[in-house]
């Protein structure tokens, strides 16, 4: 688990996160690296990634949905499209106000979505408020015991959390951070003592993603860039889900998707 925080050294670390969201300077820069090395972001392992989490995702039609740090709002939207009534939580004004903008002109119904402003250390909803939880690299940013209390306290019993997040010990992660330089200073990508955290204390589900792929996408992304499921690609998928099944090296991953389930009523 991530190292114990006081409250003001929380609060102090909000603050420099939403003014290093003050604009769309981060997500810019990140797209441009996108660009760079596309296979990095769509390859046969991520497929398979982006399959599973789909398959927990299940369907969102009539459900009660808190996108737990929003951004800009493209995810927020295509849960609307999919029928979801979707509350967006960020702590960046700028990114809550392209949302509102982005579903304004989209002529949605106002009463299927709200977009707000907010420490997702301190949920400002009623206990029990939301059947489903959907957060996409923003664990990272967090003081996990207290972000994962507040996540327990707002799910409805029997309802479910996902999680997308980047991993932190990965080599050549490691150096792409140092070089890349578009990070603000309180990311921490998940190491292995906040993966055992999470799967003890919350028992949450973990599905990998990169350990083998992420030096064969950066190289493919380069000589066979018009071919994102090359026979490379696809071998360096196989040996990694051999891996994954042997849980080798799981924190050397590049990705993974979390799953988290809060106990029914019963404790089941």
Request: hydrophobic share 40%; glycine share 6%; charged share 25%.
């Amino acid at each position: 688990m991530s190292d114990p925080w006081t409250g003001e050294a929380i609060a102090a670390r909000v603050a420099r996160e939403r003014i290093a969201h003050q604009d769309s300077r981060i997500d810019d820069a990140l797209r441009r690296w996108w660009a760079v090395f596309p296979h990095v972001f769509s390859n046969p392992s991520m497929e398979n990634l982006g399959a599973f989490y789909v398959h927990e995702l299940g369907s969102v039609r009539g459900r009660r949905v808190l996108e737990y740090g929003c951004g800009q709002g493209d995810f927020a939207l295509w849960l609307l499209d999919q029928g979801a009534s979707v509350c967006g939580i960020d702590v960046s004004e700028f990114n809550i106000e392209r949302c509102r903008e982005k579903a304004e002109a989209r002529r949605l119904e106002p009463e299927r979505y709200s977009f707000m402003a907010m420490d997702a250390h301190t949920l400002n909803f009623p206990d029990s408020s939301f059947e489903l939880l959907l957060g996409n690299g923003i664990l990272h940013h967090l003081e996990l015991s207290v972000a994962m209390a507040e996540i327990d306290r707002v799910l409805k019993p029997g309802a479910k959390a996902l999680f997308q997040e980047p991993l932190g010990e990965n080599p050549i992660l490691k150096m792409y951070r140092k070089v890349a330089g578009i990070h603000t200073s309180d990311e921490r990508p998940l190491v292995r003592k906040d993966l055992d955290y999470l799967r003890t204390r919350w028992r949450m589900r973990v599905r990998y993603s990169g350990i083998v792929t992420l030096p064969f996408a950066i190289a493919t992304s380069i000589v066979l860039r018009p071919y994102p499921n090359n026979w490379l690609l696809r071998i360096a998928a196989g040996l990694e889900e051999r891996l994954h099944d042997r849980h080798t090296l799981d924190h050397w991953n590049r990705f993974a998707v979390l799953v988290y389930e809060k106990p029914k009523v019963d404790g089941t």
